[in-house]
């Protein structure tokens, strides 16, 4: 499987990892970033989430040759907290959050990710859960397709792609993803598609949509801040604004007092922020030019500090 995992160095060094810390992948994917924290700590424990049969069968062989302190917990990670209490693990140094898709899953063909290659409309991470693409695609009402194009692919030309895709669908179901990119095709002007590929703003939407990917994130990180020990870190790569600004506005939250006691001469010890936030990182000059895929990554760091 060819992976190439983003911000791998930066993600490392940000977590502070020591031989005896407790760490969470939650987004183990095909274990690039698990590989090297596992490495890092001898005496401590990975757990690890993932819903993808593929990546956890491929991701246990590979950390199962460098040491044995894992645990591969086959589950969305919207159930962080809960799957981890299970096991009598309250808190944890240090987590972190992949929020894309992975190279492997772009890459296969029949999972339907991809506007690049014909599938059938697909886009589960968990291959066990009933709603898919096609679904979104052939049931959702126009005003429904609407919503989403708009709101989680901020696509200015929602309205025209959704009525293309219900006069379509009318005549006969939408099946691939290549019937989808024409028909995506055809409801925009020729000069948008010069721009950028005319499928990317809504494929992400509709893969938003299959995956409940946006509530999945807010309740996952917010879980992980409760999660941490004083001294331990959070970090979350987000590939898109919208991940990005939740993620954002959960740390500047967790890291500001209280607007009402912000100008207090003195701020009472309970309401100081228990957390700080790091900093935000970006790919290397480097990292972008032999992985494409990291463009529009970033990378932020949050600190419990109390």
Do not use: W
Request: charged share 30%; glycine share 4%.
């Amino acid at each position: 499987m060819k992976h190439i995992s983003v911000l791998l160095n930066e993600s490392i060094e940000n977590l502070n990892l020591n031989e005896d810390s407790i760490i969470v992948d939650c987004t183990l994917g095909f274990a690039g970033h698990s590989s090297e924290i596992l490495k890092r700590i001898p005496k401590g424990k990975l757990y690890a989430f993932d819903q993808d049969e593929v990546a956890i069968n491929f991701s246990t062989d590979k950390l199962s040759k460098i040491a044995s302190n894992f645990e591969i917990i086959e589950s969305n990670f919207v159930n962080l907290k809960e799957e981890l209490n299970k096991r009598g693990v309250y808190k944890v140094n240090g987590i972190l959050f992949d929020l894309g898709v992975s190279s492997p899953q772009l890459d296969e063909s029949e999972r339907g990710f991809s506007f690049h290659k014909d599938a059938k409309l697909d886009m589960r991470m968990n291959q066990k859960q009933s709603l898919g693409a096609y679904d979104v695609v052939n049931t959702y009402s126009y005003e429904n397709l609407v919503r989403i194009f708009k709101v989680y692919g901020e696509e200015k030309y929602a309205t025209s792609i959704a009525r293309k895709i219900e006069k379509e669908r009318s005549i006969k179901n939408i099946e691939t993803t290549f019937e989808l990119v024409d028909i995506i095709k055809s409801a925009v002007p020729e000069k948008y598609k010069r721009d950028k590929h005319p499928a990317r703003k809504v494929f992400q939407a509709i893969r938003i949509e299959v995956n409940d990917e946006l509530n999945v994130c807010e309740k996952a990180i917010t879980d992980s801040l409760d999660l941490l020990e004083i001294g331990g870190r959070c970090a979350v790569i987000t590939f898109h604004s919208l991940e990005d600004r939740i993620c954002k506005h959960i740390f500047k939250s967790a890291s500001e007092v209280p607007k009402e006691l912000a100008k207090l001469p003195v701020i009472p010890d309970e309401y100081l922020p228990k957390y700080k936030i790091v900093g935000t990182f970006e790919p290397s000059q480097d990292e972008l030019e032999y992985n494409n895929r990291s463009r529009s990554a970033k990378l932020r760091v949050i600190e419990r500090i109390k």
